[in-house]
């Protein structure tokens, strides 16, 4: 079992890092505007995660640093010129506060980056259009059951 469970981890690092080159290499260098460059930058991070979630060693500290570098990036480049209520600034912080509760162990990080989230999109919200508040919708519940239970998890 421990085998075919290395091959396994080996064959999706392989792809991941392939992927993860393939956007520094050939996306991310023609990705003109900010929301296009925050979407690549996150992938990246959430790829980084990937791999993050069964590396061991030099391996997943390297790997926590590259998702870590990507995330912070995409961050500023969201918070500076997407609206609060944008899918893409939303998904990266639950990508982003899964990264930090899953990878960094780090619950109290996950949850301010949540709530900064959070609070921030319900106070634009009554400024969306109809498919902005759709979209943003369902990212808010996402946001709200991880919240709840990594809340939960704290004071438990």
């Known amino acids: ?20 080159g393939l956007i520094r290499a050939d996306v991310l260098t023609k990705a003109t505007d900010d929301e296009s ?7 990246i991070g959430d790829y980084c995660r990937y791999i993050a979630e069964s590396a061991k060693g030099d391996r997943l500290e390297k790997t926590k640093t590259d998702a870590l570098a990507a995330y ?11 609206n609060a209520c944008n899918s893409i600034r939303l998904g990266l912080a639950l990508n982003f506060s899964v990264f930090h509760y899953e990878v960094m162990q780090n619950v109290k ?11 921030d999109a ?3 919200l009554d400024d969306c259009d109809e ?7 369902s990212i808010i519940e996402l946001l709200r059951e991880n919240l709840g239970l990594w809340k939960d998890e704290e004071e438990a």
Do not use: H, V, W
Not at 72 to 82: F, G, P, Q, T, V
Not at 131 to 137: C, G, H, I, K, S
């Open 1 to 20: 079992m421990g085998d075919y469970k290395r091959r396994i981890e080996e064959e999706l690092y392989r792809n991941c890092d392939e992927i993860i």
């Open 37 to 43: 460059r925050a979407f690549f930058l996150k992938m």
């Open 72 to 82: 912070d990036e995409a961050c500023k480049i969201a918070e500076k010129s997407l």
């Open 109 to 119: 990080k996950a949850c301010e980056l949540g709530d900064k989230a959070l609070t």
């Open 122 to 124: 319900l106070d634009k």
């Open 131 to 137: 498919e902005t508040f759709r979209d943003a919708q």
